[in-house]
């Protein structure tokens, strides 16, 4: 069974690419999402906590596990990020990882012409990520269970993230206390200079994470064409990576290399600009390493699908 938070639009049995109430579903693994797969909010988060047995340790403790949100990027319809969605949970399932990934299908359109309106929506979007997803597994912790709530963003999903934790200091409906483990972002189409200590844009954004994890592509072409064509915004930090003045919670690593050896031709040669912003879902050193990062047992230094350069620090996936 997949799990998803909906904010698209519905006509007929069919969901749209503009901006609806919440809906919570759940879909067999054989089907792609549809509003028939919607199902009342607690009973949508009592079939996801039975998901996890207690913890052996501390069996009175309740259910115990990890969830993994997923928030995708513009220009994405239903299907696509329907296949994502298997894509990164048989990724974690492979490497021994019992880790439920919940979509959160924000509507964006399926062109690259909508970029904008996009953004604008995954502004509006942000603020029910926390109020309508994360919060409702926060609270669910106060009723003995012990449930680890991790966030993955990719392309304007990182955008989306930023301004839903930002929010999440101002609004009345989530403006109590949480936080996520794992922040992770692939390909992030976001500012990379507002990821400095001390920023205003990400101070929440540190916050209310554990640790945030960057990764990132100096070959990524999409993110390339978004310095150059739209409307002149700042570097990206799924391209350039994170300031040299990122908070010491954040990592940085480094995917160019891997991408590089791993799907020629890259560099000065044509290469297929959507794959090269979008390879992470099915690359298994990827899978490995966003696995170990969420487990979070080892330290980043020690994560053996990285290296790490002794001088500077810098990491590398390998």
Same mark, same amino acid.
């Given at each position: 069974?997949?799990?998803?938070?909906?904010?698209?639009?519905?006509?007929?049995?069919?969901?749209?690419?503009?901006?609806?109430?919440?809906?919570?579903?759940?879909?067999? $693994?054989?089907?792609?999402?549809?509003?028939?797969?919607?199902?009342?909010?607690?009973?949508?988060?009592?079939?996801?906590?039975?998901?996890?047995?207690?913890?052996?340790?501390?069996? $009175?403790?309740?259910?115990?596990?990890?969830?993994?949100?997923?928030?995708?990027?513009?220009?994405?319809?239903?299907?696509?990020?329907?296949?994502?969605?298997?894509?990164?949970?048989?990724?974690?399932?492979?490497?021994?990882?019992? %880790?439920?990934?919940?979509?959160?299908?924000?509507?964006?359109?399926?062109?690259?012409?909508?970029?904008?309106?996009?953004?604008?929506?995954?502004?509006?979007?942000?603020?029910?990520?926390?109020?309508? =997803?994360?919060?409702?597994?926060?609270?669910?912790?106060?009723?003995? %269970?012990?449930?680890?709530?991790?966030?993955?963003?990719?392309?304007?999903?990182?955008?989306?993230?930023?301004?839903?934790?930002?929010?999440?200091?101002?609004?009345?409906?989530?403006? &109590?206390?949480?936080?996520?483990?794992?922040?992770?972002?692939?390909? =992030?189409?976001?500012?990379?200079?507002?990821?400095?200590?001390?920023?205003?844009?990400?101070?929440?954004?540190?916050?209310? %994470?554990?640790?945030?994890?960057?990764? %990132?592509?100096?070959?990524?072409?999409?993110?390339?064409?978004?310095?150059?064509?739209?409307?002149?915004?700042?570097?990206?930090?799924?391209?350039?990576?994170?300031?040299?003045?990122?908070?010491?919670?954040?990592?940085?690593?480094?995917?160019?290399?891997?991408?590089?050896?791993?799907?020629?031709?890259?560099?000065?040669?044509?290469?297929?600009?959507?794959?090269?912003?979008?390879?992470?879902?099915?690359?298994?050193?990827?899978?490995?390493?966003?696995?170990?990062?969420?487990?979070?047992?080892?330290?980043? &230094?020690?994560?053996?699908?990285?290296?790490?350069?002794?001088?500077? =620090?810098?990491?590398?996936?390998?």
């Amino acid at each position: 069974m997949k799990y998803w938070i909906s904010l698209r639009k519905v006509s007929g049995d069919a969901f749209t690419d503009e901006l609806g109430p919440v809906r919570y579903l759940a879909i067999p $693994d054989n089907e792609i999402p549809a509003p028939r797969h919607q199902i009342p909010q607690m009973q949508w988060l009592r079939q996801i906590m039975a998901i996890f047995p207690p913890d052996p340790h501390y069996p $009175d403790d309740g259910p115990s596990g990890d969830i993994l949100f997923f928030v995708h990027g513009y220009a994405n319809t239903v299907e696509n990020v329907d296949d994502r969605h298997k894509l990164i949970q048989a990724g974690l399932t492979a490497n021994g990882f019992s %880790c439920q990934v919940i979509s959160f299908d924000w509507p964006s359109g399926d062109l690259a012409l909508g970029y904008l309106r996009d953004r604008d929506e995954a502004r509006l979007a942000s603020v029910r990520l926390v109020s309508h =997803g994360i919060k409702l597994f926060v609270r669910a912790q106060a009723e003995k %269970c012990d449930i680890n709530v991790h966030v993955l963003g990719h392309s304007t999903g990182a955008f989306l993230i930023r301004e839903a934790f930002d929010h999440a200091d101002d609004g009345q409906a989530t403006a &109590t206390a949480w936080t996520a483990g794992q922040l992770v972002l692939i390909a =992030g189409d976001v500012s990379a200079a507002s990821f400095s200590a001390g920023n205003p844009e990400t101070e929440s954004t540190y916050r209310h %994470c554990y640790r945030l994890t960057n990764f %990132c592509s100096g070959y990524d072409e999409v993110l390339q064409i978004s310095n150059v064509k739209r409307i002149g915004l700042s570097p990206r930090v799924g391209r350039v990576g994170l300031p040299a003045d990122a908070p010491p919670k954040a990592v940085n690593v480094d995917c160019s290399e891997h991408f590089h050896a791993t799907y020629p031709p890259t560099g000065d040669v044509s290469i297929d600009v959507p794959m090269s912003h979008s390879w992470y879902f099915s690359d298994a050193k990827f899978l490995r390493d966003l696995t170990i990062t969420l487990k979070g047992a080892v330290d980043r &230094t020690l994560i053996p699908t990285r290296s790490t350069a002794p001088l500077t =620090g810098a990491q590398t996936l390998v």
